[in-house]
């Protein structure tokens, strides 16, 4: 994962990219720190992140409270 924009903590987003579809995906899904995302069920198992927690593991700076808008 990289970081779109980094040392921005407001910008910087998870992409939940789902339902392949030829070459691209059906659905393209947005989270900001703050916000847990939910894996779709096709994966096998119930699986909740958060997505502060995924973008500090992948090096971005994550913004305090205002960040989660």
Do not use: F
């Amino acid at each position: 994962m990289a970081c779109r924009t980094p040392g921005a903590g407001k910008n910087v987003r998870v992409h939940l990219l789902t339902d392949p579809v030829g070459e691209g995906y059906d659905h393209h899904t947005l989270y900001a720190a703050g916000r847990q995302l939910t894996l779709p069920d096709s994966i096998g198992a119930k699986v909740t992140l958060d997505a502060a927690a995924l973008l500090e593991a992948g090096g971005c700076r994550v913004a305090g409270p205002d960040a989660a808008g």
